[in-house]
C-alpha cells in the first residue's frame, strides 16, 4: 500500500507546524521522518492517521483519498512513544483489542495473538498485565497490537525514544525483520540519525515544518543538497568560500563546481567534508592532494575502537565555517576527524587534506520588505540594492485593515515596486492587524533580513511613548529571529558599518551577523564600545573587542576598534555616528518572545529614534 | 504485588525516628482522634443514654424512617447526576482549551466557597413565590421550593466540585494516547472511552463518586432553607436531628445522627477498601 502526502500544511494558531509537505511513500517501505524535536514530524504522522486534520492538502493511501474519513476508517496501525498501550489489560486483551473491536471469534483471535507474540519475541506473556512490562516489552505489545488486525500502513512516533541503547538496538533489528517479513509499509519518526541509518529504505529530512530533502541514506549523508541535511545528518565541516569560473575556492583550494550545482561568479559556495574524508598525514603531502594546512590537535574523546579529534588550523583566507561552529573570540579552522584509537595525540601537529568533499546547492538569501503602500520608498530602494549586492529575492509585503482594501493596497504597493524598480520582488498581500499579520509572515518564512522604515502616524499607539518606532515596527522586532534593518533616509552604497557593543552585554550575534553583512557588501566594519567612568577602558571590554574582532577575522573581515567615553552607551553611539558617518549602525535586539524587551531607556528603542541612519537591529541568540 | 510488600514492610526492622518526628506523629493521632471520634464517642452515648430500646424506638419512628428514606434517595440521585454531569464537565475542562476555560474552571470550586445556606436562598430567589424562573415551572406543573425538585437541586449543586475534582487530575495524567491508540485500532469515541478512558480513570471517579455520595447525606443548610422541613413529606434526616433537638427529644437527634454518620463512613471505608485492592 502506497502512501501520498500532497502539499499538506497545519497550523496551531499563528504557528506553522507543518508545511506544503509532499511525499510519495511506495508499498513495502520502510520511510523515516527525520528531523529535530518541534520540527512537525510527529504531526505529519497524526495527520497520516488522521488523529490530527490538515489544514490543508491531502493524504492517499493506495490512491484512495482519505483527507476527511476517521482514524477508525483508515486502516493505519500506529505505535506511539510512550504510555498507548492500555495498562489496565492483560497482554493478550491489549493484542486482541482490534480484533475485537472488528468482530472476529475468539479462536481466531487467539490465533492471530499467539503467532504476533511469537513474532515479538513475547511468546508465553499473555496473561500478564501491562503495567507489570518493562518499557521494551511495552513498545514490543504495542507494536504486536497495531500489527494484530494487518494494517495496511504502519506508523510509528518515535517509538523506542524513551529506551535505553542496549534494548533501543534490539528492538531497531526486530522492527526491521518483521516490517520486512510482513512486507508493510511503514513511516518512523525520529531524531536520531544513527536509528534513521540503520532502518531506513529512504529518510527524509525535515526542517521546521518542511521536507527539505529526502532520498537514500547514502545519498543524504554523502550527497546533500542542503545544508540543514549536511549538518544534522552525521558530523560534517562546512566552509563557505566563493565562486569563480567554474570553480569553487576556499584559501589554497580550488575545486571544480559539479553541474547540477550552478554558481554565479562571486556567488557564496558551500563545502562539506565528513571527518572521514579527513586525511592526516605526518609528513606535508604531495603537491596534487587538496592540502588544507597543518593543524594542531585541540581536542580528543574515546570512543572505543576509535577516537575523535579536533584540529586547529589557521584559517583559509576569503572563507568562513558554519559547522562546526567557531566560538566566539576565535579565528581557526575546526576539522573534527578520527583516529585509532592507539594513535598518539597530545599536542601533535598534523597536516590535513582532504580525500573528498561535496558542494551544496548555493543558498540564496531571502530579504522581506514591509511596506504599507505610502508614505516614503527608500526602504524599497534600499531592498533592491542589497537584493543586487547579495544577490538575494525580495518578498513584499503589505498588510491591508480589511479583506476588502486588498485590491487597493496590492496595486499601491506595485506602483511603489515599480518606481523602486524592485522588479524582481514577489508581492504578498494579506488583511488584519498589521502588526500580527507581520508576525505571522515572519513566522511562516524563514527570512535572511528583514527590511522596514518609518511607519506613518496612523498606526502609532501612543505616539509620544513610541515616538518613531510605530507598534508594526516595534512588533517586528520583538518577534523575529531575523535580522531587521530599519530605514529612514535614503542612503546607499553601505560600505561603513558600525557595530556597537555597547551596551555591557557582549553581543556576539552582532559581530557575526553585521561583519557578515558588511563582508557581502564590501563595506568597512568599526567596532565601538562605550565607557562612562574612565578615558580608559577596562580590561575586560578590551578582551572583549579583541574577541570580536578575531570573529570578524573568521567570517574574512578586518574592523577598527574605537573606545568612547558617554554618559549614556545610546548618547556615545550616536555621537560616534555622526562623527564618522556612518552608513549602518548594527545595535543588538532582544531575544525573540521575550516581551518586556523594548522599555523607554532601551539603548537599541534610543538608537533607533535618534538617528535617521539605517539601523541594523541584530535579535541575540535563542 | 500489595502482598509481598506487606511481607517486606513487616520484616524490615524497626525504624528509628528522632523525637521531634515522635512527637509530631503523636500530636497528629491525638488531634486526629479528638477531632473525629470525640463526636463519634458522644453520638453513640447520647442514643444510648436512654438504652438500646429507646434507640431502636427512635429510628424506627414513621418520620425518623421517612427522612432517612428521602436522604438516601436524594443523596442517590444527586450523586448519579452529579457523576454523569461531573464527568462531562471535568472533560470538557481537561480536553477543550476554550476561551472561558479558566473562568468556568473557578466557578466549579464556587459550591465550596458558598455557604449552602446562601445556596439554598438563590434557588428561593430563583423558583420561590414570584421568583424569576416560578412562572415556568408553575406552567409545566412542577412546584420546585418546598418540594422534592428543589431539595434535589440544592443537593446537586453542594456536592458538584467532588467528581470533577477527583477526575480532572486523573484525566489529566492519562493523556490522551491511549484514546488515540484505540482510535488507530479502530474503536469508536464511545467505544475508546468504555474501554480504555474509563477504566483508566475509575479510581478517580469512585473516589469522587463516594464524597459526592457522604457529603449529599450529610447536607443540612441549604435544605432548611429550601425544603420547608415539613414532617414525613420534605424532611431529611439531618433536618429530622435539627428538629429533635428542637423538640429537646435528644434520643432520637442521636440516634438518627449515630446512623448518619454510620452510613457515610461505611460510603468512606468502602472506598479506602477497594481502594487498597487496586
Known amino acids: ?622 | 504485588m500489595s502482598k509481598s510488600e506487606k511481607a517486606s514492610s513487616a520484616a524490615s526492622p524497626r525504624v528509628r525516628r528522632s523525637r521531634g518526628e515522635r512527637v509530631l506523629i503523636g500530636a497528629a493521632v491525638v488531634y486526629a482522634a479528638a477531632l473525629l471520634l470525640g463526636p463519634l464517642i458522644a453520638a453513640v452515648w447520647g442514643s444510648l443514654s436512654e438504652g438500646l430500646a429507646a434507640f431502636v424506638r427512635e429510628i424506627t419512628t414513621r418520620d425518623a424512617i421517612t427522612a432517612l428514606r428521602l436522604t438516601v434517595i436524594l443523596a442517590a440521585a444527586a450523586t448519579a447526576i452529579n457523576t454523569v454531569f461531573g464527568l462531562c464537565i471535568a472533560w470538557v475542562l481537561v480536553r477543550d482549551k476554550f476561551q472561558g476555560r479558566r473562568i468556568v474552571n473557578g466557578l466549579v470550586d464556587l459550591p465550596f466557597a458558598v455557604s449552602p445556606v446562601i445556596a439554598g436562598l438563590m434557588l428561593i430567589l430563583l423558583f420561590g413565590r414570584g421568583g424569576w424562573l416560578t412562572s415556568i415551572t408553575d406552567s409545566m406543573g412542577v412546584k420546585v421550593v418546598f418540594a422534592t425538585p428543589g431539595m434535589l437541586l440544592a443537593t446537586v449543586f453542594v456536592t458538584l466540585p467532588f467528581v470533577i475534582r477527583e477526575v480532572m487530575p486523573v484525566l489529566e495524567q492519562i493523556g490522551t494516547a491511549q484514546e488515540s491508540a484505540a482510535y488507530t485500532l479502530g474503536a469508536s469515541s464511545w467505544q475508546a472511552f468504555w474501554h480504555v478512558t474509563l477504566p483508566s480513570i475509575r479510581w478517580g471517579l469512585l473516589y469522587g463518586v463516594s464524597l459526592t455520595f457522604a457529603r449529599a447525606l450529610g447536607e443540612f443548610g441549604a435544605l432548611l432553607v429550601v425544603s420547608g422541613g415539613i414532617s414525613g413529606l420534605t424532611e431529611t434526616s439531618t433536618l429530622f436531628i435539627f428538629r429533635s433537638l428542637d423538640d429537646r427529644n435528644y434520643v432520637a437527634a442521636y440516634a438518627t445522627a449515630l446512623v448518619l454518620a454510620f452510613l457515610s463512613f461505611s460510603v468512606l471505608i468502602l472506598m479506602e477498601f477497594f481502594k487498597s485492592r487496586r
Not at chain 1, 230 to 254: D, I, K, N, W
Not at chain 1, 274 to 291: F, I, N
Not at chain 1, 364 to 371: H, K, T, Y
Not at chain 1, 492 to 520: F, Q, Y
Request: hydrophobic share 40%.
Open chain 1, 1 to 622: 500500500m502506497s502512501i501520498v502526502l500532497d502539499r499538506i500544511t497545519k497550523r496551531y494558531g499563528k504557528q506553522l507546524v507543518v508545511d506544503r509537505i509532499s511525499l510519495e511513500i511506495a508499498e513495502g517501505e520502510l520511510f523515516v521522518l527525520l528531523g529535530p524535536s518541534g520540527s512537525g514530524k510527529s504531526t505529519v504522522l497524526r495527520i497520516i492517521a488522521g488523529l490530527t486534520l490538515p489544514d490543508q492538502g491531502r493524504v492517499l493511501l493506495s490512491g484512495r483519498d482519505v483527507t476527511s474519513l476517521p482514524p477508525q476508517r483508515r486502516g493505519t496501525g500506529f505505535v506511539f512513544q510512550n504510555y498507548s498501550i492500555f495498562r489496565h489489560m492483560t497482554v493478550a486483551q491489549n493484542i486482541e483489542f482490534g480484533l475485537k473491536i472488528r468482530k472476529i471469534r475468539a479462536a481466531e483471535r487467539r490465533q492471530k495473538r499467539e503467532s504476533l507474540l511469537e513474532m515479538v519475541g513475547l511468546a508465553g506473556l499473555d496473561n500478564r498485565l501491562a503495567s507489570q512490562l518493562s518499557g521494551g516489552q511495552q513498545q514490543r505489545v504495542a507494536l504486536a497490537r497495531a500489527l494484530a488486525y494487518e494494517p495496511d500502513v504502519l506508523l510509528l512516533d518515535e517509538p523506542f525514544g524513551a529506551l535505553d541503547a542496549k534494548i533501543r538496538s534490539q528492538l531497531r533489528r526486530s522492527l526491521r525483520e518483521i516490517q520486512q517479513k510482513l512486507h508493510v509499509t511503514a513511516i518512523l519518526v525520529t531524531h536520531d540519525q544513527e536509528e534513521a541509518f540503520e532502518l531506513a529504505d529512504r529518510i527524509g529530512a525535515v526542517d521546521r515544518g518542511r521536507l527539505v530533502e529526502a532520498g537514500s541514506c547514502q545519498a543524504l549523508y554523502s550527497q546533500p543538497r542542503t545544508l540543514f541535511t549536511a549538518t544534522f545528518l552525521g558530523a560534517g565541516m562546512v566552509l563557505v568560500g566563493r565562486a569563480e569560473q567554474g570553480r569553487a575556492h576556499f584559501g589554497p583550494l580550488s575545486l571544480p563546481i559539479p553541474d547540477p550545482v550552478p554558481h554565479e561568479d562571486g556567488s557564496r559556495v558551500q563545502l562539506l567534508f565528513r571527518p572521514e574524508q579527513v586525511v592526516l598525514s605526518q609528513t606535508k603531502p604531495a603537491e596534487d592532494t587538496l592540502l588544507v594546512g597543518k593543524g594542531t590537535i585541540t581536542e580528543q574523546s574515546f570512543r572505543g575502537g576509535v577516537q575523535r579529534v579536533r584540529l586547529s588550523l589557521p584559517r583559509l583566507p576569503a572563507t568562513r565555517q558554519i559547522a562546526p561552529p567557531v566560538p566566539f573570540g576565535e579565528d581557526s579552522l575546526l576539522v573534527d576527524t578520527v583516529l585509532p584509537a592507539d594513535h598518539p595525540t597530545a599536542g601533535k601537529e598534523l597536516w590535513v587534506s582532504l580525500g573528498g568533499w561535496h558542494i551544496l546547492e548555493q543558498p540564496r538569501s531571502r530579504l522581506m520588505v514591509f511596506d504599507n503602500g505610502s508614505g516614503s520608498i527608500v526602504h524599497l530602494q534600499i531592498a533592491r540594492w542589497l537584493a543586487e549586492r547579495l544577490s538575494a529575492s525580495v518578498t513584499l509585503l503589505g498588510v491591508a485593515a480589511e479583506p476588502g482594501r486588498s485590491d487597493v493596497l496590492s496595486k499601491a504597493v506595485k506602483r511603489r515596486q515599480e518606481e523602486a524598480k524592485l522588479l524582481d520582488a514577489e508581492l504578498r498581500v494579506r488583511s488584519g492587524d498589521p502588526a500580527e499579520q507581520t508576525a505571522i509572515e515572519l513566522a511562516e518564512t524563514l527570512y535572511d533580513l528583514v527590511i522596514a522604515t518609518r511607519v506613518p502616524r496612523r498606526f502609532f499607539f501612543h505616539e509620544s511613548r513610541l515616538d518613531s518606532l510605530g507598534a508594526v515596527l516595534l512588533k517586528i522586532l520583538e518577534h523575529t529571529s531575523a535580522p531587521v534593518l530599519v530605514v529612514k533616509e535614503q542612503r546607499a552604497p553601505l560600505s561603513r558599518v558600525l557595530i556597537c557593543t555597547a551596551a555591557g552585554e557582549p553581543g556576539k550575534n552582532d559581530v557575526r551577523v553585521g561583519g557578515r553583512l558588511a563582508r557581502r557588501l564590501g563595506a568597512e566594519v568599526t567596532l565601538l564600545h562605550v565607557t562612562n567612568k574612565s578615558q580608559d577602558p577596562s580590561p575586560l571590554a578590551r578582551t572583549h573587542l579583541q574577541q570580536a574582532i578575531a570573529t570578524l577575522r573568521g567570517a574574512d573581515m578586518t574592523g577598527n576598534m574605537h573606545f568612547r567615553q558617554a554618559a549614556t552607551p545610546s548618547e556615545g553611539i550616536l555621537a560616534e555616528a555622526r562623527e564618522g558617518d556612518y552608513d549602518v549602525i548594527v545595535v543588538g535586539g532582544h531575544a525573540p518572545r521575550t516581551r518586556s524587551a523594548f522599555r523607554l531607556n532601551d539603548v537599541t528603542r534610543q538608537v533607533l529614534a535618534g538617528t535617521g541612519r539605517p539601523v541594523l537591529v541584530v535579535p541575540q541568540e535563542f
